[in-house]
């Protein structure tokens, strides 16, 4: 069969072009060198060349329409391309009105333009498809759809947020990008910003293809959920927003969905006026401080998963043994089997794992909603009194009380039974890892694979590194944490590692101060208005005043027998886990009084996480952690350290700390 005469097309790097025997074009972006594909400054450059291209196709009748795929296996579009944001700042808003155009050529095109999407579709990437005439999704569990410029101190720039709410209406798209909660497929079709769906990326060329055709074209949001976004009804709906937002960020910390809401109350009425507005909006919060520390944050988030092993040295995980049925361990087993591992969890007795089991349950109700997909993920998790799953496990985690003895114990039944390729953690938050592995045959073996409470929400594992280890036991470690979705950060085994010596002179510091008669409404609320996510003593209780006195001695801050503390833990009250601590809890809050007045509550937050801040600086010192940079996400991802000023280090570099 003869090939297809292909016109002449302006030279491309990032994609490629082709016209079939029916006169459909087929454009595929293939970022060169690079996992993912994102729409950088070239890329957009030589997509406006293709689009020139495209128009005098269509008008001589040799193009009846283009289909926009993805050849990477990881998703479609990541995004714009994050590296050139600073580059980007010196030709605002210029650059942005650039593409706006480019996207209303794309979308003003006489013929139709159908985007199929596989994987993830976010940001700049989104924004490129809602510019298409139809979109199609395949709809599986890699697919993610979604504005994530919110975590990044800014919001969609490239024409999203009026197309966004043309097609999905003001409520629904303005939920997604205050929230940046990416979409699966399905929800992404419910709320009109998806056309199609399909089952795998075969059937995905073919209704590209049909869709071609048939010249279908996408419908926008229908008049009973676009009609919020008309007056009066919009003014209302924007203040309900900035009530809801205000709940989760301080404006002074977090100015973008602020800005995002002035936005959509100005032009949300008239799609094409709000993207006409976005430069103006966009612009000063690229320039913001905020911004630059949460892009800086990124890089630093993305640099973790290079501390693990790759191509062929990169091991798979399928079995993991949890010994300790607690909050803790209960916890790590749960969202092991809910990554996809098979689990086994020993405790004592059947009644003290059925805690977690139940926890578990929880867990994957609220994460994977549909029943088969609940019951295959309890199915991967298993009650295993005697321990049998030691011998099957490419993992085994330790999580018992911390104990330095029992640990010892448990250790030296289990390196009998493991595999020698098996990895062999404990999740002590404190006792050094040489102490533990001292009763072992192999001391290389043991690692520390700390994870933090609660374990579904907060990403960091620290990777503790004893000095008998070797450093593939290490990268392994890491490998593991990346494997279930954390963020793993190298630590040197001494007392408290990084997150916990860090934050115990903050946290007993506070204490102290209500010791001595200060009102614990106002240190929490201090630490609060300075952009820590909760206050020192909110969260001592949270962890648990016996977990809290027993670290705080570890790493050499005693907790005085005749304070306060001391009585509270004596009494059993040791916080949200029984009901009372320094605070009473009901339905999982504090149950806070009347905060004291104060002339500048940010100055004293400031005096509160001094202590944090400087024991931060003695890690970096002491080589705990290998820089500051891995200091500043490590403390970040740890303790939720006030993300927007860049982390304890990187504040106080720039005098906020």
Known sequence: MAKTPQPKMPKTKFWRFKIDVEKIGWLTIDTPKSPVNVLSS?????????????????????????????DKDSGFIAGADISEFGEMMKTMPTSLERVHKLFARIERLKAPFVSGVHGFCLGGGLELILATHYRVAVNNDKTRIGFPEIKLGLFPGFGGTGRSLRQAGPVNAMSIMLSGKYLRAGAARGMNLVDKLVQNRDQLRWECRKAVIQKRKSKPAPFLKAVLAKAPLRGFVAKKMRQTVAKKANKNHYPAPYALIDLFEKHGDDWR??????????????????????????????????????????PKFARVHVIGGGVMGGDIAAWCAFRGMAVTLQDLDLERIEPALKRAKKLFKKRLRKPQLISAAMSRIEADVEGKGIKRADVVIEAVVENLKIKQEIFKAAEKQMKPDAIMATNTSSIELEKIASVLKDKSRLIGLHFFNPVVQLPLVEIIQSKYNKEIDVKKGASFALAIGKSPVIVKSATGFLVNRVLMPYMLGAVNRVEAGESKELIDAAAVAFGMPMGPIELMDMVGLDVGKSVAEEVGFPVAENSKFAALVKAKKLGKKTGEGFYVWEKGKAQKGETPEHKDLVALGRELVKPLVDETEKCVKEKIVANADLADIGVIFGTGFAPFLGGPLKARKDGKA
């Not at 008008?59 to 926009?68: H, N, R, T």
């Not at 909006?281 to 944050?297: A, H, W």
């Open 42 to 70: 070239a890329a957009l450059t030589e997509l406006e060349n293709l689009v020139s291209r495209f128009e005098d196709l269509i008008a001589s009748d040799e193009l009846i329409g283009v289909i926009l795929l993805s």
């Open 273 to 314: 006026a709000m993207i006409k507005g976005e430069p103006d909006g966009f612009s000063p919060l690229m320039r913001s401080d905020t911004s630059d520390n949460l892009r800086r944050l990124f890089f630093l988030s993305e640099g973790l998963k290079k501390q693990g092993l790759s191509g062929k040295d990169k």
